[in-house]
T-cell receptor, first 113, second 113 residues
Framework: EDQVTQSPEALRLQEGESSSLNCSYTVSGLRGLFWYRQDPGKGPEFLFT???AGEEKEKERLKATLTKKESFLHITAPKPEDSATYLC??????????????FGKGTSLLVTP | DSGVTQTPKHLITATGQRVTLRCSPR?????VYWYQQSLDQGLQFLIQYYNGEERAKGNILERFSAQQFPDLHSELNLSSLELGDSALYFC????????????FGSGTQLSVL
């Protein structure tokens, strides 16, 4: 069974203090790994998709990386507006699940001025 | 704004009752996904429809059912409600059957009292 574990559960940073969020996964054949951002009272918003180990993607202050067992979301010089819950999800090659995304429980990030 | 519309935003009901949640996908998207989000379980995939037909099932209870209509809007029916069904229910849409870039609505907060 696919498993996605995110750590830490919560993270508090000062503005400008860079850090990384971790997503460890086990899946029977990885089709893709996804990062989403969720603000309070809203639905998740797509950030990145990574398909193979060694791949990296960047968007503003965020950079996502992927290995065979985990993914990191690096946040460089964060701002208060980066405060949100960051969700990681994996998509299995097993089409029986309709390629549904299996989400982790998320990391709640708070960036203080 | 993701372009996915969910109604109602909030729903309060009693145990044993039945409710219907509604979702209109983004224009042009043929797939609709339903997810349940609770504090302890995180985002759990329930069911997917593609162009009116059921495509994949996740952890959906037998008391729950869904359908997608010819105009592509979808409804999630929850019956014989229990306290544990209280959660945030999200609808998401995508263009194809295995498109991982999901666009989420703002959710329906269901409270069963």
């Amino acid at each position: 069974e696919d498993q996605v574990t995110q750590s830490p559960e919560a993270l508090r940073l000062q503005e400008g203090e860079s850090s990384s969020l971790n997503c460890s996964y086990t899946v029977s054949g990885l089709r893709g790994l996804f990062w989403y951002r969720q603000d309070p009272g809203k639905g998740p918003e797509f950030l990145f998709t990574l398909y193979s180990a060694g791949e990296e993607k960047e968007k503003e202050r965020l950079k996502a990386t992927l290995t065979k067992k985990e993914s990191f979301l690096h946040i460089t010089a964060p701002k208060p507006e980066d405060s949100a819950t960051y969700l990681c999800a994996v998509q299995s090659l097993n089409s029986n699940s309709g390629y549904a995304l299996n989400f982790g429980k998320g990391t709640s990030l708070l960036v203080t001025p | 704004d993701s372009g996915v519309t969910q109604t109602p935003k909030h729903l309060i009901t009693a145990t044993g009752q039945r409710v219907t949640l509604r979702c209109s996908p983004r224009s042009g998207d043929l797939s609709v996904y339903w997810y349940q989000q609770s504090l302890d379980q995180g985002l759990q995939f329930l069911i997917q429809y593609y162009n009116g037909e059921e495509r994949a099932k996740g952890n959906i209870l037998e008391r729950f059912s869904a359908q997608q209509f010819p105009d592509l809007h979808s409804e999630l029916n929850l019956s014989s409600l229990e306290l544990g069904d209280s959660a945030l229910y999200f609808c998401a849409s995508s263009v194809g059957t295995a498109n991982e870039k999901l666009f989420f609505g703002s959710g329906t907060q269901l409270s069963v009292l």
